[in-house]
Nanobody, 127 residues
Framework: QVQLVESGGGLVQAGGSLRLSCAAS????????MAWFRQAPGKEREFVVG???????YYADSVKGRFTISRDNAKNTVYLQMNSLLPEDTATFYC?????????????????????WGQGTQVTVSS
């Protein structure tokens, strides 16, 4: 059974940093693209950043230059380093895994491209 468990969320002041982790199990995650989405109160869930099984990354414009995704395949863990946080980054962050083994192309924003989701971790940025 595939499981994704996020951690690292919390309350931080604007300009601060947080590091989220997503521990994965139940699949050979080194061969799967992973991504982070977020959902702010009253808004749709949106794509934030993704990393392919081969290590290529793709960022939403709103987080470029501030967020960094990485993965440690030996630990089956994906990380999201978030710097220069803004109040508008306040959201529940979700880790997800792409449905296809060693996918060659990814429609990053399409949520139906992913088949398992974590329970989410709350990030709150105060002004």
């Amino acid at each position: 059974q595939v499981q994704l468990v996020e951690s690292g969320g919390g309350l931080v002041q604007a300009g601060g940093s947080l590091r989220l982790s997503c521990a994965a199990s139940g699949r050979t995650f080194s061969s799967y693209t992973m991504a982070w989405f977020r959902q702010a109160p009253g808004k749709e869930r949106e794509f934030v950043v993704g990393i392919t099984w081969s290590g290529s990354t793709y960022y939403a414009d709103s987080v470029k230059g501030r967020f960094t995704i990485s993965r440690d395949n030996a630990k089956n863990t994906v990380y999201l380093q978030m710097n220069s946080l803004l109040p508008e980054d306040t959201a529940t962050f979700y880790c997800t895994v792409h449905k296809y083994y060693r996918s060659r192309s990814v429609a990053w924003q399409r949520q139906d491209e992913y088949d398992y989701w974590g329970q989410g971790t709350q990030v709150t940025v105060s002004s």
